[in-house]
């Protein structure tokens, strides 16, 4: 499974999801094994979307999905794009 050692800046939330195949990736917001978060990663039209695999119980991970503390609101259907960086997708491309 590669690994993405680059963050979003920011996400925010989608209603409606591009079809398409999802791949899982590890994205790391730290070099600590505890910051780094597996995710399924869709790329369309060179925007990212994030979904997550399982909770994780950590800061970066529940800010990012808005699940709230100890991940109360964990949602496994929540998905999430990438809007800034918006050349993140470099990231995901020629990957298999």
Request: with cysteine; net charge negative.
């Amino acid at each position: 499974m590669k690994t993405v050692y680059t963050k979003p800046s920011l996400v925010r939330d989608v209603s409606v999801v591009p079809s398409g195949t999802w791949k899982t990736y590890i994205i790391a917001f730290d070099i600590t094994l505890h910051d780094q978060f597996e995710l399924d990663v869709l790329v369309d039209n060179n925007i990212v979307y994030f979904k997550p695999t399982k909770p994780h119980y950590n800061g970066h991970f529940e800010r990012l999905f808005d699940f709230g503390i100890g991940c109360s609101n964990y949602d496994e259907n929540k998905v999430i794009k990438v809007t800034s960086p918006e050349n993140y997708y470099k990231h995901f491309t020629n990957s298999s």
